[in-house]
């Protein structure tokens, strides 16, 4: 259930304009991103199914770079060494935040919708 709040919560936001990105009333901050549902890996993504879907996120902009700052020290990353892109991750990498060289954040998530676990939201 707690994991349906959440879910429900993150589509919500991630269907709101980018160009009204303010806090409302009850504190919660409009942001930009995507998102898309898949089943198999997200290596290898098919079309979810009854029983195989899956969910990833991709958050840009101020939420992203708030994640990011939040998130402590920078880690190595094989898929970005020498591109001067500045990587940060947490739960065995399956949230992953960078900043670009040009200064531009992005963070990916994703979790099994059958399961609720988290499942990361990108790959190399």
């Not at 998102?35 to 993504?45: A, E, H, L, V």
């Not at 902009?61 to 990011?68: D, S, V």
């Not at 399956?94 to 979790?111: M, P």
């Amino acid at each position: 259930m707690k994991n349906t709040v959440l879910l429900g919560v993150l589509l919500s936001l991630a269907s709101m304009s980018p160009a009204n990105s303010q806090e409302d009333a009850s504190g919660y901050t409009t942001l930009k991103g995507a998102y898309r549902t898949y089943s198999r890996g997200i290596g290898d993504p098919g079309e979810p199914t009854a029983a195989d879907t899956k969910i990833m996120f991709a958050i840009d902009g101020k939420a992203a770079r708030e994640m990011f700052d939040a998130m402590g020290k920078d880690v190595k990353d094989a898929c970005t060494e020498g591109s001067g892109t500045r990587v940060r991750t947490r739960d065995q990498e399956r949230l992953w935040c960078s900043r670009s060289k040009q200064g531009v954040y992005s963070c990916n998530f994703g979790f099994d919708l059958k399961s609720g676990k988290s499942i990361g939201g990108i790959v190399c």
